[in-house]
């Protein structure tokens, strides 16, 4: 309960509540209260309101988000501020930026406090003050009042939760193990009982509170724990208890004093090491060293080039994380089909694969593909631990218990996990492990919801410029552009930028030398038949229009409808009025289904309300339009020229 001379105090590691000067303040209904947690965790930064829409509606937003938005941010200052008038922007939540941030002090938040006072007491122990830390850690616990973010809907508070119960857990086993340092067991397995029982898979808490009641004289409810740990993992898992488990039974069956550590000592009664969120289970030691490293890495594209900003950027996010933080980063770039999401990926993972020394594994999710159906998150999982050394009839059937035994196996772990053309957030999910390692993935849809509830860093890659483009040319064409340097340029401007189309047209130019350079280039030119023309290799089924029939395919029939008649008129802007007169709806709806072909990259946004087609997509769309009937088509053309002669 906070003090009356606090301003502001806020609680969330519970339901969420706050007081003002001493007084509890009603947050209101439960998506207002989400409004506010999200603000209070981020206090005094401000948050986009596109930010606070995924995290309070995540994939399901309704129209009305955004409004929704304000309202609860009127709500809330109404009662954070009651003296203020409803003209003034107040002084604890305001606006600027186009977000909206809570003006706190972060330690008056709990969450933040608790995390701070965790950092304290590992200080305190790894410089040998035992008491300093047990107290620090004690006080840290005792911000807890229940489940973090109770109460609170949305994909934020989703995960939040998970992460602050994973942070809560690792305190509690580093007390526990500072306890039994300070030879105070009967104390400890009290707490470790109830650890265990929230989390009944977590080996380490189970070590120490086998530990605890041994040092208690209680030897055969330690067996009994064993046992059940034993019976657990069996029907969960299909795995044995881990080395340390197995080492420490044999110990209370001899009743053999010693110092009590595992094989390798990892379960040290006073860990002094950085590692303290959890054991490896069992499966994890046997299949990661008994297995050759995996490092699954295709190759980088040959001429790479270009977006080297984002490669240092996310380099340096990718390897900033020492392995003691509980979240994972994870890095997802999207784009359109040909702009390089895959080679940038590659690039980017053999320049930080160096950073994770336990290997590197990479599964093409296949979530655009033409040949045959993308992989599920189960199949995909069952690639992972067949190639970490899974015997088929060990591993489990089902998605969830094959998600688990993958983390296992990778806790502790610093692997690089490459996930290429992801159709989905449900399908990369279960694909993300522990904190130690690191996710990067590829895809063509924008998956917002990854960046809100598991905090993942999103990249719109974008067509080459061209000064990159030009090399990227010249140096898959041998010698065919050298002193063309107008040629060239032609050649890029028809490319897009696409480093896809670039490379099939470089391809083309070295392997027909006998062709003179100014009709291949016209070939390239002409219009029809432009992106069948680009192809791998002369192969259809990698052509550029193959890929961009991926991309429709993917579209909800009604933004497939305005695709095809946006064809129509494939050149120029395209606002939202006119795609509203040609489709035959609200400009409300129109808005919506436009922002959904720009979502899958089909369209780019030009400016306010305005949209345009990329360069060789307006090709696409036009070929498109042939498919919608023509009296569907005849309508359409109708419908714009009357609300163009009515304007007139």
């Known amino acids: 309960m906070p003090t009356a001379g606090e301003l502001l105090e806020v609680q969330l590691l519970g339901p969420v509540r706050a007081w003002r000067h ?11 209260r989400a409004v506010f947690a999200l603000l209070a965790g981020r206090a005094n930064d401000v948050v986009s309101v596109d930010h606070i829409i995924d995290a309070v509606w995540g994939g399901d ?5 955004a409004n929704g938005v304000h309202t609860y941010v009127a709500g809330l200052r109404r009662v954070l501020e009651p003296e203020r008038s409803r003209r003034e922007s107040g002084e604890l939540l305001i606006s600027t930026a186009g977000g909206y941030a809570l003006q706190t002090d972060p330690e008056a938040v709990d969450a933040t406090l608790f995390a701070r006072r965790h950092a304290q007491a590992r200080r305190a122990r790894t410089e040998g003050r035992l008491q300093e830390a047990l107290e620090t850690a004690e006080s840290a616990l005792s911000l807890w009042h229940g489940e973090a973010h109770s109460g609170v809907p949305g994909p934020f508070a989703a995960m939040e939760r998970t992460r602050l119960q994973d942070l809560r857990l690792t305190a509690v086993e580093e007390w526990a193990a500072d306890m039994l340092e300070a030879d105070r067991p009967v104390e400890a397995v009290t707490v470790l009982l109830g650890a265990v029982a929230e989390e009944p898979l977590r080996e380490k808490l189970r070590w120490l509170l086998m530990t605890a009641l041994y040092r208690c004289g209680r030897q055969a409810h330690a067996l009994e724990v064993y046992a059940e740990t034993r019976r657990l993992l069996r029907h969960e898992l299909g795995i044995d208890p881990g080395p340390e488990l197995r080492s420490l039974h044999q110990q209370i069956l001899t009743g053999s004093p010693g ?4 094989p390798a000592g990892s379960y040290a009664i006073a860990p002094t090491g950085p590692r303290t969120a959890g054991p490896e289970p069992a499966k994890a030691r046997m299949l990661l060293t008994d297995t050759p490293r995996p490092a699954q890495l295709p190759p980088v594209a040959r001429g790479f080039v270009g977006h080297s900003r984002e490669l240092g950027q996310l380099a340096r996010l990718l390897t900033e994380n020492d392995g003691r933080s509980a979240s994972t ?17 590659l690039a980017l993972a053999h320049r930080v694969s160096e950073h994770f020394p336990d290997g590197q594994l990479y599964v093409d999710l296949r979530g655009t593909s033409m040949e045959g159906r993308s992989l599920s998150a189960s199949e995909a999982l069952l690639q992972v631990l067949r190639s970490l050394g899974g015997d088929n009839a060990r591993i489990p059937g089902d998605l969830a218990s094959r998600a688990t035994l993958y983390r296992s196996l990778l806790h502790g772990k610093r692997v690089l996990v490459m996930l290429d053309d992801v159709l989905s957030a449900d399908q990369l999910r279960p694909l993300i492990p522990g904190g130690s390692s690191c996710v990067l993935s590829t895809g063509r849809q924008r998956l917002g919801g990854l960046a809100v509830r598991d905090g993942a860093h999103l990249l719109r890659l974008g067509p080459l410029g061209t000064q990159d483009a030009l090399t990227l040319l010249r140096c898959l064409s041998g010698d065919r552009l050298r002193h063309q340097e107008a040629v060239a340029r032609r050649l890029v401007g028809l490319s897009g930028g696409r480093p896809l189309a670039l490379r099939m047209m470089a391809e083309t130019l070295a392997a027909n030398q006998d062709v003179p350079l100014a009709a291949l280039v016209e070939r390239f030119a002409a219009e029809h038949g432009r992106l069948d023309r680009l192809a791998a290799g002369g192969n259809a089924s990698t052509s550029l229009h193959t890929l961009f029939e991926t991309s429709y395919q993917a579209l909800p029939d009604e933004a497939a ?4 008649l946006l064809g129509l008129f494939s050149e120029g802007l395209i606002t939202v009025s006119a795609a509203a007169d040609l489709t035959g709806t609200t400009e409300a709806a129109a808005a919506v289904t ?19 087609f990329p360069e060789l997509m307006r090709l696409y769309a036009a070929e498109c339009a042939e498919r919608e009937p023509l009296p569907h088509r005849s309508a359409a053309v109708a419908r714009l020229l009357q609300a163009a002669a009515s304007v007139a």
Do not use: C, N
Not at 603 to 609: P, T
């Open 22 to 32: 001493g007084r509890e303040v009603v947050l209101g209904p439960p998506k207002q």
């Open 61 to 65: 937003i309704p129209q009305t988000a």
């Open 259 to 262: 110092t009590w550590t595992g």
């Open 329 to 345: 980063p994870i890095v997802v770039v999207d784009g359109p089909a040909g702009v390089g999401k895959s080679a940038f990926a």
């Open 561 to 564: 409808r305005m695709f095809r």
């Open 594 to 612: 436009l922002e959904q072909l720009a979502q899958h990259h089909l369209l780019v946004v030009a400016g306010r309300g305005e949209y345009r």
